[in-house]
């Protein structure tokens, strides 16, 4: 391990940025699949696809808001360890698994109890109608139960690529992904379960997958630091050290689900109940294109942060500008997809000829400007891997609340249907001047004051 560690120091950036994101990569995409996955089958349920996958589509604010819990949590533990591992601080990074551990843990039993007791009320404020409510529910309320293994998997899944074993870290995608998939089609037709199904195979999945990352941290050999008594003892300091660091992606998240309920009431008013549905398929879509670009930034985050405890500043920027050439080129090909054969990917999801269609239509505009959002995400995660947390915060909520919610409350006003699919990219082109400014700025001063080298500390020292 302590190889392993010495490497994210001195070896070559590239090399490094292949061996860390290529799993990571693969990881995320299959992992992607626990919820393209049960769309496509939800879509294709006989008679009621349509319907079936709107209610899935009402739904997506919650799960957005159990991920971001898992994001608040699991990166900040991640970028936290790998802080403390650049400091030579390992007894510091085990404390921060151990409180990371817990309040996974006390989050998850508090989202169960309270998800499942306001179900339908949630379902209602977030868009359900009469005909979607139903199977909206049907698929929440296991979601619910299930959000201790959703949270735990997602959120020490990133420690273990903290810890320099990226390739366990997919495994565990793997392992959840392949079960979900299998699982799929057995519950939902098979047994008979219906979109009550999906939701069955992903917490079995998701439980599968969590308990291999337990054993991980607790017998596994491969692993530097472990859950012990001690390091589960809730430390203060270090808790809001976690919370300060994982503050950006959550507020993301959260955000999008505030998005995704304006998105939804926008939708219904101007398109009807197959307008979410097709916002639904669009999403599943877009994080087929988008994920690569997560599992490039996963790889990234820990030989940023190893380097930027190091003061090895040469290295973070050489780690950032790969990370963003990469996301480019990936997203360059995905828009040229999106705009030349879009029913290619759009038919998968379902069999309904004029879902198809306002879907098609719809993706077109909603996903005009995609390439420009690989600035944005490279550049939160940059802050996130060096605990600049209030400056990641900015760069992750331009989009959402700066920009793209004036515009859904104006643009569809103005064009109607027509309007909600433009306010993606009409934020996707203002967000990016802010993001491009803030990181342009930040590398070309990194490492030529003591700026960054008293931030790196403040952000540790209260975990040392």
């Known amino acids: 391990m302590e190889e392993t560690q010495n490497e994210l120091g001195t070896q070559s950036i590239l090399s490094l940025l292949i061996k860390f994101s290529i799993p990571a990569i693969i990881g995320m995409i299959v992992n992607m699949l626990y919820n393209v996955v049960d769309r496509i089958y939800i879509g294709n ?8 996958i709107t209610g899935v589509g009402v739904t997506m604010p919650i799960t957005q808001i159990i991920t971001g819990f898992g ?3 699991g990166i900040g533990t991640c970028a936290n360890i790998s802080l403390a591992f650049g400091r030579g601080d390992k007894k510091g990074a085990q404390k921060i698994l151990g409180n990371g551990f817990s309040g996974i843990v006390i989050t998850s039993i508090l989202i169960a109890v309270l998800g499942n007791i306001f179900a339908e009320q949630i379902l209602k404020l977030f868009g359900a109608s009469e005909n979607t409510l139903s199977y909206a529910l049907a698929y929440i309320r296991p979601l619910f139960w299930g959000t201790i293994f959703n949270i735990f998997t997602f959120s020490l899944n990133n420690s273990i690529r903290s810890d320099g074993n990226p390739k366990m870290s997919m495994y565990t995608m793997l392992i959840g992904a392949i079960i979900n998939i299998i699982l799929d089609p057995i519950f939902i037709f098979g047994l008979g379960l219906g979109i009550q199904g999906a939701a069955y195979a992903t917490v079995i999945s998701q439980c599968v997958a969590g308990c291999w990352v337990l054993y991980y941290f607790t017998k596994s050999k491969k692993s530097s630091i472990k859950l012990t008594s001690e390091s589960v003892k809730i430390d203060t300091k270090i808790m809001k050290q976690i919370l300060i660091v994982g503050m950006a992606p959550f507020c993301m998240q959260i955000t999008s689900s505030i998005v995704s ?4 009431k926008s939708l219904m008013t101007y398109g009807g109940d197959l307008a979410i549905g097709a916002m639904a398929i669009i999403s599943s ?31 973070v920027k050489q780690t950032y500008k790969y990370s963003l050439m990469a996301a480019l080129v ?15 990917a759009v038919e998968m999801f379902n069999n309904d000829p004029k879902l198809t ?20 995400i490279t550049a939160s995660n940059y802050y996130q891997a060096v605990g600049k947390s209030k400056k990641a915060m900015l760069i992750s909520l331009s989009r959402q609340i700066i920009f793209f ?10 064009f109607g249907l027509r309007g909600v699919w433009l306010a993606g990219p009409v934020a996707d082109c203002l967000s990016v001047i802010i993001s491009t400014v803030a990181i342009y700025l930040e590398m070309r001063n990194l490492g030529k004051d003591k700026i960054d080298e008293v931030e790196a500390q403040e952000t540790m020292k209260q975990v040392a």
């Open 45 to 52: 349920i006989p008679n009621v696809g349509g319907l079936a």
């Open 330 to 344: 990936i997203l360059l090909v995905s828009a040229a997809f999106i705009q030349i054969c879009p029913e290619m």
């Open 405 to 414: 919610v004036p515009a859904l409350l104006i643009l569809p006003n103005i």
């Open 285 to 315: 879509l877009s994080s087929i294109f988008v994920m690569p670009l997560f599992g490039i930034n996963q790889g990234a985050q820990p030989i940023i942060g190893y380097n930027y405890g190091a003061k090895k500043y040469d290295r």
């Open 261 to 264: 309920v304006i998105s939804n």
């Open 71 to 73: 994001m608040l949590l």
């Open 357 to 376: 269609e306002i879907t098609v239509s719809g993706m077109k505009l909603f996903l005009f400007a995609i390439p420009l959002i690989a600035v944005q």
